[in-house]
């Protein structure tokens, strides 16, 4: 599966964002989603996941209560809602799919889109 990330860009602290990733293929209901992210001389981390069905959703602590990770297997797309953004969540985030089940590290994950840019100002 092929993955495109959009929404990216420049937000004030306590704004809001929403991140899209479009998939490519017709078995898209067959893959696990996350959103990962990675700041300037830091290790990619994982931000939120969601199932294929989309029945379950799960978040890195740091995020929880502030961003929101949704489907929509019509439109092959998954979202990442952002809000009450802070500078430290400042970094290029990336979708990424993992078919069945995954976890939460990237090596769960086996397809990646190239990454958008989310900068939050003080």
């Known amino acids: 599966v092929q993955l495109v990330e959009s929404g990216g860009g420049l937000v004030q602290a306590g704004g809001s964002l929403r991140l899209s990733c479009a998939a490519s293929g017709r078995t898209f209901s067959s893959y696990a989603m996350g959103w990962f992210r990675q700041a300037p001389g830091k290790e990619r981390e994982f931000v939120a996941g969601?199932?294929?069905?989309?029945?379950?959703?799960y978040y890195a602590d740091s995020v929880k209560g502030r961003f929101t990770i949704s489907r929509d297997n019509a439109k092959n797309t998954v979202y990442l809602q952002m809000n009450s953004l802070k500078p430290e969540d400042t970094a290029v985030y990336y979708c990424?799919?993992?078919?069945?089940?995954?976890?939460?590290?990237?090596?769960?994950?086996?397809?990646w889109g190239q990454g958008t840019q989310v900068t939050v100002s003080s």
């Open positions: 969601i199932t294929w069905s989309g029945g379950s959703t």
């Open positions: 990424a799919a993992a078919f069945g089940v995954a976890g939460t590290t990237h090596l769960d994950f086996g397809s």
